[in-house]
């Protein structure tokens, strides 16, 4: 076994933990300067719309989420720093599924402190028009 000096230990296991992955919740630089240029009640809901996709997707490999709709089926209730839609769907693989979710960000909208979500029934295509969903 080598041992390296204080300083290679150092350096190698800064970047072994550079590697690893980053959690799924962690935003790129584009989607933080994105969400930064909005109001502040936008940014809420972005930002929470971006966490739910990134959620349901880590979660259930089964789903591949890339849009969300919090006001499909009934209006989100909005809090200065939370969001409750009881009636939203998003969009996995072409397909509409019923959804449910309550998520509270930090103040500035930056952070998601906690998400609680629910996977509804897939909604049939020849209701998508009715509530606003294409594909």
Same mark, same amino acid.
């Given at each position: 076994?080598?041992?390296?000096?204080?300083?290679?230990?150092?350096?190698?296991?800064?970047?072994?933990?550079? /590697?690893?992955?980053? @959690?799924?919740? !962690?935003?790129? =630089?584009?989607?933080?300067?994105?969400? &930064? *240029?909005?109001?502040?009640? $936008?940014?809420?809901?972005?930002?929470?719309?971006?966490?739910?996709?990134?959620?349901?997707?880590?979660?259930?490999?089964?789903?591949?989420?890339?849009?969300?709709?919090?006001?499909?089926?009934?209006?989100?209730?909005?809090?200065?720093? /939370?969001?409750?839609? @009881?009636?939203? !769907?998003?969009? =996995?693989?072409?397909?509409?599924?019923? &959804? *449910?979710?309550?998520?509270? $960000?930090?103040?500035?909208?930056?952070?998601?402190?906690?998400?609680?979500?629910?996977?509804?029934?897939?909604?049939?295509?020849?209701?998508?028009?009715?509530?606003?969903?294409?594909?």
């Amino acid at each position: 076994m080598v041992l390296l000096p204080p300083m290679n230990r150092l350096f190698f296991a800064v970047i072994a933990w550079m /590697a690893l992955p980053w @959690p799924a919740s !962690a935003m790129d =630089s584009a989607l933080r300067a994105g969400l &930064l *240029k909005l109001d502040p009640q $936008t940014r809420l809901e972005q930002r929470c719309d971006a966490e739910i996709l990134d959620r349901i997707t880590r979660d259930d490999h089964k789903y591949k989420a890339d849009r969300v709709v919090a006001y499909a089926f009934a209006t989100p209730e909005m809090g200065a720093d /939370a969001i409750r839609s @009881p009636g939203a !769907a998003f969009r =996995s693989k072409g397909q509409w599924y019923r &959804l *449910k979710f309550k998520c509270e $960000t930090a103040p500035d909208h930056m952070e998601v402190l906690q998400l609680r979500y629910r996977i509804g029934d897939e909604i049939p295509e020849s209701d998508w028009p009715k509530y606003n969903l294409y594909n």
